[in-house]
């Protein structure tokens, strides 16, 4: 029998109130696609409720904690961590998710869940209605079926399920007494070889749902995708920074402090945490002290962005003295792309204007979706 696609394509058409149903289908299909093991990859054929509520808390703890996004009222998945979390090390919420920083989130979450109590929590949150409703489009029988009451689906799917597996296929089936999911081994061959696309299907469903909660924030779509490598490092932007600091005297902008080789960070003016990303305009060195302890994922109160601003249009001076001709123009136009200017603009009075107007903005916004402010 030919695997059921017009039901995935359904899974999402329903309108919902929480994410619980895109971060569960994400979770199952990043389980799915890496196994534990190599006998492991051939064998699995079963996903504790356990192993789900890890996968969907880890899917979560980014968007929750380093992008501070905002999830619907119904949406208790946030406040679970919140609460669950209050004593736990801040590096894990709010560092930029380095290799290091994501095995201590599966470590942190790994303590959380083996208080069975939390796990029960979990289970009844995040569990009880979205594993038998993502599968709900698979059931003919299920179709016109109430959700609720006597004839309700979720009072019903016990029964209806095991008898109509066979002929339905649908992606699992579910075993109540024991927490846990029998996998279709016909659905797991597919996710395997189809995992990317699933995984942009998945995506863009859960990317329109949270854009209503978050309408402010850029890169709202890299921020749902959990990473699996390492994050770009600024090595490359720090030995930039060091060359200038060795000719010039450097001060940061937030204490007046003179920077030197050893004493500086290359900072995000508006923190990584609001923007996902380590574009060019963005960045500048600022004393270690002060970025690691006092600004970490703040936003700059406004009276810092006019010597942000200024700062950045000298180093357009600092680059020319020890880059090439090629290389300048690629740093002038990494300034000049973020506003869609030419980078023989980046002189003029206009380009200050509008840098000024883009970066306030953006803090802007950061402070709307409730970044702290940085004042020093």
């Known amino acids: 029998m030919e695997l059921n696609i017009k039901a995935l394509e359904d899974l999402f058409k329903k309108n919902t ?29 079963e996903v504790t409720y356990k192993e789900i ?5 880890l899917t979560a703890w980014l968007p929750s904690f380093q992008f501070n996004l905002n999830f619907r009222e119904q949406d208790q998945i946030k406040v679970f961590l919140k609460n669950l979390t209050s004593f736990s090390d801040e590096a894990i919420k709010i560092n930029k998710p380095t290799n290091k ?71 699992y089936l579910i075993n109540l007494k024991e927490n846990k999911i029998i996998l ?52 490359k932007q720090r030995k930039f920074w060091k060359k200038i600091i ?24 508006i923190c990584w945490n609001f923007l996902a990303h380590d574009q060019e305009w963005n960045l500048i060195p600022v004393l ?3 970025n690691r302890h006092k600004k970490i994922n703040k936003i700059p109160d406004v009276r810092f962005i006019e010597p942000f ?5 000298n180093s357009f001076n600092y680059a020319r003295s020890i880059l090439s001709p090629k290389k300048y123009n690629e740093y002038l136009a990494e300034h000049s792309n973020f506003l869609n200017f030419s980078h023989d603009q980046c002189f003029t009075p206009t380009f200050k204007t509008k840098y000024t107007e883009e970066i306030k903005s953006l803090a802007n916004k950061a402070k709307n979706q409730g970044f702290e402010i940085f004042i020093n």
């Open 101 to 171: 920083i994501i095995k201590k989130i599966h470590s942190e979450i790994d303590n959380l869940l083996n208080n069975h109590k939390n796990l029960e929590d979990f289970e009844n949150e995040l569990l009880h209605e979205v594993v038998p409703r993502l599968i709900r489009p698979f059931y003919k029988k299920a179709k016109g079926m109430p959700e609720a009451g006597p004839k309700g689906w979720y009072k019903n799917y016990p029964k209806l399920l095991p008898g109509e597996y066979e002929k339905e296929q649908p992606f």
């Open 17 to 45: 109130n929480t994410s619980y149903k895109y971060i569960f289908f994400y979770s199952l299909i990043k389980i799915i696609k890496k196994p534990q093991s190599i006998a492991e990859y051939f064998l699995k054929e």
């Open 246 to 269: 060795k000719q010039n005297e450097i001060k940061c902008i937030f204490t007046n402090e003179t920077l030197n080789i050893n004493n500086f960070d290359i900072d995000h003016f």
């Open 288 to 290: 270690s002290k002060i």
């Open 184 to 235: 279709n081994q016909k659905w797991v061959e597919y996710i395997r070889k189809h995992y990317f696309f699933l995984e942009l299907f998945v995506l863009d469903e859960w990317y329109e749902y949270m854009k209503y909660q978050n309408r402010n924030s850029p890169s709202l779509y890299e921020k749902l995708k959990f990473p699996e490598f390492q994050r770009n490092s600024l090595e």
């Open 53 to 57: 509520v890890k996968e969907m808390l």
């Open 309 to 313: 601003i200024d700062f950045k249009i």
